[in-house]
């Protein structure tokens, strides 16, 4: 594992179910695999990170695989001349993208071992039930889930090759540190018009989002551009849809209602790719 001691960044080994470090701090795995590396004094409130509703409604949007196309870009965008990859997905929810990038990279990487990271309890539960009820699990394709924040992650200095951040906050000098020097660094944001008829819908003005920043410290190497639209013609996905983002505390409720009620929306899909590196020091 790259997971470190939260406590004294002591090594572990794995003890039947329970992580023990060098100093005799022990985490036990949780039935569902997951290990809890957040420490009370790390937490700025008693349920850090999504609540069990929004990480359901993420899971009930994304599998039904309106942003297949961010997976593919991204499965596209994973370097496959290493021999072998260990990415981390920094904010992972509950690991739609890390599971799918995961099972979709090439076959011509000997292994690819996945790390997530989510601060919220109830994402990394279920990110983790589903890896166990997934048929991925071997030798060559793992995962690993910890409950921890991205601003300070209990892993090893420079013990991954890729970091992934989809929609997530980070911290830059953690992604610094986390990558091997030949390490990258692939961050998803939203583009300028993303999920635009929704906003129109529900604001009474529409802020386009701006250019992304790239964490300090990083290099980027090239940006794409992900512009689609969809259609959705469900009531349970649009409510899902709205309950996964800030939408549902923000907004017009009788707007939003109204939406609901018609049932169907034609949105504008846009994602932003950056693919950066660590900026060598001499
Ligand atoms: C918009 S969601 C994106 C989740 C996932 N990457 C996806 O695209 O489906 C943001 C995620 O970041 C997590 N998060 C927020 N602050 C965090 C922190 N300090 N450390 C780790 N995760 C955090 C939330 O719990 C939530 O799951
Ligand atoms: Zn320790």
């Known amino acids: ?14 003890q039947g179910s329970s992580l ?22 790390q937490k700025a409130s008693r349920e850090p990170g999504d609540n069990e509703t929004m990480i359901s409604a993420r899971r009930h949007f994304l599998s039904a695989d309106f942003y297949a196309p961010l997976v593919e870009e991204i499965v596209g965008l994973v370097p496959c001349d290493k021999g ?48 166990k009820m997934s048929a991925l699990a071997s030798e060559t394709r793992k995962l690993d889930y910890a409950v921890a924040s991205s601003v300070r992650v209990p892993a090893d ?45 529900i604001y009474p003005e ?14 980027l190497r090239a940006q794409n551009r992900l512009n689609y639209s969809i259609s959705i013609e469900s009531r349970p996905v649009l409510e899902s849809l709205l309950e996964m983002t800030p939408f549902t505390w923000r907004g017009n409720r ?20 950056q693919v950066a590196t660590p900026i060598q020091l001499k």
């Not at 594992?1 to 794995?14: A, D, Q, T």
């Not at 009788?254 to 790719?273: C, H, N, P, V």
């Open 1 to 14: 594992v790259i997971w470190r001691c939260p406590k004294c960044k002591g090594l572990f080994v794995e």
């Open 254 to 273: 009788e707007a939003k209602s109204a939406l609901l009620d018609k049932g169907t929306l034609q949105l504008e899909i846009d994602f932003i790719i």
């Open 206 to 219: 529409v802020k386009l989002h701006s250019q992304p920043p790239l964490p300090e410290g990083m290099s």
């Open 84 to 131: 072998g990859l260990s990415l981390l997905d920094l904010g992972c929810g509950e690991g739609h993208y890390l599971q799918s990038v995961v099972q979709g990279v090439s076959s011509d990487l000997e292994y690819c071992h996945g790390y997530g990271v989510d601060i919220s309890k109830p994402a990394v539960r279920k990110a983790a039930s589903s890896y």
């Open 20 to 41: 023990i470090c060098e100093n005799g701090h022990s985490f036990d795995r949780a039935r569902q695999g997951y290990v809890h590396l957040l420490l009370a004094n």
């Open 157 to 201: 200095d420079a013990c991954v090759d890729g970091i992934l951040v989809v929609f997530a906050p980070c911290e830059a000098s953690e992604i610094v540190r986390l990558l091997k020097p030949d390490g990258f660094f692939i961050q998803v944001s939203p583009g300028p018009k993303h999920l635009y008829e929704l906003k129109e819908c």
